[in-house]
Nanobody, 124 residues
Framework: QVQLVESGGGLVQAGGSLRLSCAAS????????MAWFRQAPGEEREFVVA????????RYADSVKGRFTISRDNVKNTMYLQMNSLKPEDTAVYYC?????????????????WGQGTQVTVSS
């Protein structure tokens, strides 16, 4: 059973930084793609960034390129999202997700495993 647990959300002023973590357990993740999605109130869940666990290939949404950085620690089985230059429009619940494939997709329905989410609020 795959378990994903996010942490690191909070309240930050515009221009500030936060680092989210996603601790993964229950499997060996070499054949997995891990991703971050976010969902603002009244909005659909939105792709943010993904990484293939073994090779470390990444894909970013245009809205976060140059500001967010995804990384993973294969020993700790933990994925990170460093968020810099935060904007009020980045405010959302951020979810960690996993799928058993090395093909990166932006479609949330294709991810089988989800964390509980962590709130990120950026004040103007």
């Amino acid at each position: 059973q795959v378990q994903l647990v996010e942490s690191g959300g909070g309240l930050v002023q515009a221009g500030g930084s936060l680092r989210l973590s996603c601790a993964a357990s229950g499997r060996t993740f070499d054949s997995y793609t891990m991703a971050w999605f976010r969902q603002a109130p009244g909005e659909e869940r939105e792709f943010v960034v993904a990484i293939t666990w073994a090779a470390g290939r990444t894909r970013y949404a245009d809205s976060v390129k140059g500001r967010f950085t995804i990384s993973r620690d294969n020993v700790k089985n933990t994925m990170y999202l460093q968020m810099n230059s935060l904007k009020p429009e980045d405010t959302a619940v951020y979810y960690c997700a996993a799928r058993q494939s090395v093909t990166i997709t932006v479609t949330p329905q294709l991810y089988s495993y989800w964390g509980q989410g962590t709130q990120v609020t950026v004040s103007s």
